[in-house]
């Protein structure tokens, strides 16, 4: 008896009408939040700018200012020669540029975690 070797050849299913999954389409700007790559949706100046990243995040020019005032101050001790003076205002300066550093990490973490509108 001859056995036939028919082999299954799969069927092609019809083509579906929704296309394939692509992550990024290269015809289109991508999307990122708070950034407008087509130009400005809203004139915003400079001062308005700031007084809204401020009310965002308040502590941020707090850390800021601390770190400039001890700068200045422990550069004005040491140009007076307080050598004890100016040493202490730098220790004052690396801890107001950490709570600068912490509230800014502190701001992205909680901008991240507000529902999008």
Do not use: W
Not at 12 to 33: A, H, R, Y
Not at 34 to 46: A, Q, V
Request: aromatic share 10%.
């Amino acid at each position: 008896m001859a056995a036939s070797t028919a082999t299954a050849v799969p069927e092609k299913s019809p083509k579906s009408s929704l296309p394939e999954f692509v992550p990024f389409d290269f015809s289109k700007p991508p999307l990122i939040d708070g950034f407008n790559p087509l130009g400005k949706l809203k004139d915003e100046t400079l001062k308005e700018k700031l007084l809204r990243k401020t009310k965002e995040n308040p502590f941020v020019p707090i850390g800021c200012l601390g770190t400039a005032g001890a700068l200045i101050y422990g550069l004005h001790a040491f140009n007076l020669g307080k050598t004890k003076q100016s040493q202490l205002s730098m220790r004052g300066r690396i801890f107001a540029q950490g709570f600068t550093v912490v509230a800014l990490v502190f701001g992205i973490f909680t901008t991240t975690m507000k529902p999008k509108e």
